[in-house]
């Protein structure tokens, strides 16, 4: 039944593999009876998320091991994310709360199975090469910002500011480390702490931006609800913008479709044209496209 993970791992492992990626996505839909597991590479550890119980795990873990013919393993982390806190065991090697990880030559430190959420979103890696590309000179405010791993890419391309808006505090450290890890100039990069719709007093003040992210989570119980509040943001762009800004937003619901935000821009802020769909890496390629991650850029005319 593992036949198409021992396929990819023996792909991925064949060569060293030395920056973080997504070894095996079975969350898109491809591998029919593998839909539940996902394997991300955050070197030297292999993160394996199950959405259900995995059956003959041990079986799964001999794939894993002699798919490593360069011994670059060094720990085998489950997470279980359909159980409550999505808690961690650990499967092989040494336990490894916290690493660096290398991507092209900028660094990010990532918690693998500790959180939901391991720190650094391995669908976003074509996003943070575009911002690298595309950011010299520019004020940009990144808004849910969680680790900044956007903002520091921006600041390597070398953006003028980064404006890091999450209400969570501890995000917003963990991001202000990620910089510092960088030798970034800590005197380019604000910090608010805070919800982003009590905030626009100093987020206005710091602008305005010739690029603003808008990376959502779906749903943030108290804080965010795509469908409820999503237009809220998109009324704020013309106070926010400079002529011809880049607004990159995204959507991530198998629920909204790609529609959904090219309406509501349409709707709330009509100034803003859209430019093209930007595409995750080709590791997450999906049966439903119109149900995955959802990244598209506009600009202000």
Known sequence: MYTPIQSALASWLGSKVPEPRRFFHGRG???????????????????????NEVSQLNDLMDIV?????????????LQHRYKRGAPS????????????????????????????????????RLLRE???????????????????SLSVA????????VVNVDMSKPS???????????????????????????????????GPYDTIIIDPPTRQRGSFD????????????????LPSADIIATV???????????????RYAPACRFVEQMHAPAEFADKFPDKALKIFRFRVS
């Not at 990880?101 to 939901?116: A, K, M, N």
């Not at 990069?189 to 626009?200: D, G, M, Y």
């Not at 795509?226 to 913008?241: I, R, V």
């Not at 991530?252 to 349409?266: C, E, K, R, T, V």
């Open 226 to 241: 795509a469908e409820k509040n999503y237009s809220n943001l998109l009324k704020k762009l013309g106070q926010l913008t």
């Open 29 to 51: 839909h491809l591998h029919e009876g593998l839909e539940h597991i996902v394997m991300d590479w955050y070197p030297p550890v292999l993160l394996i998320t199950a959405y």
């Open 130 to 148: 575009w911002l690298r590309q595309n950011s010299a000179g520019r004020n940009v405010l990144n808004l849910f910002a969680y680790t900044c």
């Open 154 to 161: 921006a600041l390597a391309g070398d953006a003028r500011q």
């Open 89 to 124: 065991e650990l499967l092989f090697g040494k336990d490894c709360p916290c690493c660096i990880v290398r991507e092209g030559d900028l660094s990010y430190e990532v918690h693998p199975g500790v959180q939901q959420n391991a720190g650094l979103f391995l669908d976003m």
């Open 65 to 77: 091991l002699d798919a490593d013919r360069h011994s670059q393993i060094e720990s085998v982390i």
């Open 172 to 206: 917003i450290k963990w991001g202000e480390k990620n910089h510092a890890l960088n030798n970034q100039d800590s005197k380019a990069v604000r910090s608010i702490p805070h919800n982003i719709f009590r905030s626009w007093g100093r987020i206005i003040k710091y």
């Open 252 to 266: 991530n619901s198998p629920y909204l479709g790609p529609d959904f935000l090219i309406h509501l821009m349409q």
